[in-house]
Every structure is written in C-alpha cells, then in structure tokens.
C-alpha cells in the first residue's frame, strides 16, 4: 500500500463513555501528527476534567455489576476482544505506524502481544484465588479472598500506545475492576482501535471507559475523585514521582512503570560478532524509544574491537524511511523534542571525548520527517550524560570492562533498575550477574524478554508493582482475610 494514505484506518475520533462515543464537552480537538511526514492526520475530541469526571461515574456505576460477574464471564469479553485485535491486526498496525512511526512490521508485532495480552488475563482472572489457613484456636476458621480494588485510571505513553494500555486494561477487567485509560495525546489512534474491540467483544457500559485530553486535568481528575481506588501509570520517573505524592491525599493505590537505563553486559566467551546483531536489533527497536532499551553497552576488552565493529558495520545497514515502506526496519523519531535531546547528548559525549563511529546527526534523506541516523559512540568518558540520563534515543554507547565485580558496579550506578541483559555461555556468570545486577527483568542470552505470563517491572527508580503474570492481575486485587468463630 502508498505511503501517501493521509487518513489512519480506525473508524472513531471521540471519547469513549458509559457506552458512547461522545465529543468533548469543550469542543475542544487535539491534532495527531505523523511523525514521518509531519502532515496532521486526524483531529481528535479533547475531553475536559468534566469528561473524565463523567467517565469515572459511570465507571463506578459499572463496577457494582461488572464485580459481581464469574471471570468466565469477564473472560469471553476479554477473548473476543484478543480475537478481534488478530482480525484487525493490519489496520491497527498501520494506525500506530501513521500515529508513532515505527515500522509496520513492529507494529503488527505490538498488537499480536497485546492480543495474547488480553487472552492470557482472560484465563488468569480464573485464578484469582484465596486461601484457607490452619487456625491456633480449634474453634476458628480462617481464610482469604479476593476483591477487586475497584476504579482505575490508567495513563499511558505514546511509544507502545496498546501494549502498555492492554497491561492495564485485560487484568483491571479481569479482576472485576472497570477502568478510565488516557492515553498520550499525540498516540489516542491505536487505543481507539482497541476500544473498537472491546466494544464488538460485548463490553458492557461504563467497564472500559477512554478519555483523550490535557494530562494534568485528567490526572487531578483521577487522584480527587475518590470513587478512583488505583492509578497505573506508564511513563517517565518525572511524571511518576508527581503522581506518587499526589496520591496521597487519598491514599491511592499506585503502579508505576517508568523509565530505564539498561547495561548490556557482553563476556568473552560470547561470539562478539553474534551478538552485537542481537544488540543492533534491540537496540534499535522502535528508535531505542523503549523503557527497556540497552543503552550502556559494556563489552569486555578481550572482544570489544570486534563486537563495535560488528555493530557498527549491523548499524549501517538498517533501512531508515517512512515505516509504511516495504523493508524499513527504523522509522522516523516520535517527535522533534526526542530528536532535538539525541543530538544534545551525542554533542556532549563527543565534546568530552567520545567518537562518533557511526550516525550521529539527523538524516538528510528526507524532506520531511524527524528521521535520526542510527549512531554508535565509542571511547566514552565516564562524566559522558549519555551514561547517566535515560537516553530514549538511536544512540549505542560502547565501553569496555575487564572484571566481573567492576562490570556489576558500573552497571547498577545509575537510580534507574528496569533491564539488564548478559551474553555469556557460562552458567557460573550469568548467575552471578542475575543476582547481582539490580534490575526487574534480567535478559541471560535473550534481548527481547517480554512476555504476557512473566512479570515486567523495576527496581530503583524504575517503578513500583508489576504488570504482566499473576502478579499483574494482583496488581487489581485487594486481599480480604475472614476469621470464622464456631459455635459449640
Ligand atoms: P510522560 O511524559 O511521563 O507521559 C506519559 C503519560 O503521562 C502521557 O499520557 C502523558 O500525557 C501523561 N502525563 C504527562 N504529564 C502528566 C502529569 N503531570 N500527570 C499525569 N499524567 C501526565 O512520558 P513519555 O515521554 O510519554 O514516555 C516516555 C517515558 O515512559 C520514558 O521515561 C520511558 O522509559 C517510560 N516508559 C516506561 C515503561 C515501563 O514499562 N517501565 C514503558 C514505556 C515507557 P500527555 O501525552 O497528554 O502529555
């Protein structure tokens, strides 16, 4: 299909409450852009604090109901909605593409994630289960069960605009719990798609609820309204620490996925040349717009001339372009700010002595569009920002090392503690660094570890809670203990 498509595929431009799409109460629109062509492809409802206020009653209403349904009955909801994003699976992806610009291949692989998202929560809400404890008086009986938390208000980033809703989405309506998403304003396309879903799936009114506006209106919203029992938020530290004090007032429960900084720790006994493939392609996954990018890449001395060869050599043939094209494996950056910020950091590494071995400035290959060569630094000083701030960029820094104690030090010197990846065929390291390294998911040989059934989140700075597995579902649940007096 033409690049040129100015209009995304999905059907809605509204907000999504109690069971309507509805326009902004002020009128008010927000203009999407694409970021490989810069063209403004849709004008989408702006909801105000009234909106979302609206969007939370009726979330309040339906909890009363939807609590009170099997989760065999909140599962055919959630399957439905997993088989449809598979039949729109194309539609979907091209919407994200024209809305966030990774490659239409990527894409694709997002909404196939976030379906088997859907469908692993279907089948999990099943296992919602409590327990019976021995008691030490004979005459009581003990026990515990579960009990949805209640209304969520789940905010979202633009650089997986349905896989990090779906995490908040399938187990909130999985646990019983009904739920308003705001999405990022400059990505509400694809999560409108979703919504197409669930409401073909059989949704009920008022479970699922989308409200696209200004985050700080929509925020204080959720954190006073006290019908609003959790906050999930995906996005940046900055954002999450507001949102941690914010949450006080009213003791909200909060999960916080934020930002990341990960090591990428190669040892010699890895085939360098193997591996920087896997670490050109991680890396450069969506931009290194990834919360769990590798973005300090320590290799030992013994191999790093051929690792950053390798890598240098995997750089310079990745295809850059519009991510509609046929072959593009890097798209255009998300905006001009993240464009702007990469080049800052490259300017500082290298004035402070680092080689640009590869990229290292905006692409002149087209006219238009915030496209970004993909770069590699070499001979990095220790004060580089790069190593220290959350890069978010297409930007490879490459060190050396020579000791397992020192690599593991380096690694954890930074507030963030998200991923970390290890290439090494020694059992002995790679479970040392597994218990060393203070990160919530640890790649040993693997640089795309995400998957519905395992838990995903951070340590440090990084976050608070889990998504994803069972603790993503008990993320959504209080638990209740019943103490029992027998008569006689
Ligand atoms: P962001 O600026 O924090 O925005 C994320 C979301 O928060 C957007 O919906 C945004 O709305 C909203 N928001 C902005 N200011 C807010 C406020 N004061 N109160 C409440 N909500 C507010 O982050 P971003 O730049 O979109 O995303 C990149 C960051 O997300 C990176 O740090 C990345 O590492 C992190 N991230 C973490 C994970 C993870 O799972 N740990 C996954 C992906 C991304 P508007 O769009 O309307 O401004």
Redesign the pocket.
Known sequence: MSTTTATPPVKNRLLFINGAWVPSSSGKTIAVENPATEETIAEVASGSRDDCRRAIDAAAEAFKTWMKSTPYDRAKVLKKTADLMRERVDALARTMTMEQGKPVAEAKGEVLHSADTFEWFAEEGKRAYGQVIPPSNAAKRHLTIKHPVGVVGA??????PIT?QA?KIAPALAAGCTIVC??????PLSLIGVFECLIDAGLPPGVANLV?????E???E?MTHPAVRKIS????????K??MK?AADQVKRLS?????HAPFIVFPDADPEVVAKAAVLGKFRNNG?????PSRFFVHKDVAKKFTEAAVAEAEKLKLGNGLDEGVVVGPMFEKKAMDATLALIQDATGKGAKCLTGGKRSTQFAKGYFFQPTVLGGLSADAKILTD?P?APVMPILDFSKLDDVIAAANNTKYG?AAYVFTNDLTIAWRMAEGLEAGIIGVNDAVPATPQCP???MKE??MGR?LAHEGLEAYLETKYVSIGLRG
Do not use: H
């Not at 696209?212 to 700080?216: D, F, H, V």
């Not at 916080?256 to 990341?260: A, I, N, V």
């Not at 717009?289 to 990018?293: A, R």
């Open positions: 905010i979202g980033p633009w650089n997986f990090l995490r705001k999405p990022a304003s400059q990505t696209i506006g200004p985050a700080s929509i925020a204080d959720f938020f995906t996005g940046s530290t900055e954002v999450g507001k949102l914010q916080l996925e934020l930002g990341g717009q990834v919360c769990i990018s959350e978010f998200l995903f989140g951070g990084s976050g998504e």
